[in-house]
């Protein structure tokens, strides 16, 4: 048999074609739900900065630490820069960029009430 190279029915190379393929295909859809759950952390990380910004603003309640939200802010803004000067990634640059603007604003206001 050396020499002979096996030919495979044509159903036999269609088997063989499909894991391939349908890795493929769940690596595509496992990267799509990442790419959405992705942008939902953003969204549901910002929607948790609410209570604190109407703590702050509207009630004018000291609810944050200006120590805390110093370090976080600088911290997301670090993230922030690397985003916009490092990644080529739209998403994590609008993720991180809310992230920074809800900090400093929790910040702002911290610090205008702890003024006033």
Not at 28 to 42: D, M, S, W
């Amino acid at each position: 048999m050396q020499g002979k190279t096996r030919v495979l029915p044509l159903s036999a190379h269609f088997l063989v074609d499909q894991k391939p393929l349908a890795l493929k295909i769940m690596k595509e859809i496992l990267l799509q739900a990442l790419i959405v759950a992705y942008a939902g952390v953003g969204i549901v990380g910002f929607i948790g900065y609410w209570p604190t910004i109407k703590d702050l603003y509207y009630f004018r309640k000291p609810s944050a630490n200006i120590s805390s939200y110093t370090l976080w802010t600088i911290a997301s803004g670090i993230a922030f820069l690397y985003s916009l000067f490092i990644l080529p990634d739209l998403l994590f640059r609008i993720v991180s960029g809310l992230n920074f603007g809800a900090c400093a604003l929790v910040l702002f206001l911290s610090i205008r009430i702890k003024k006033s």
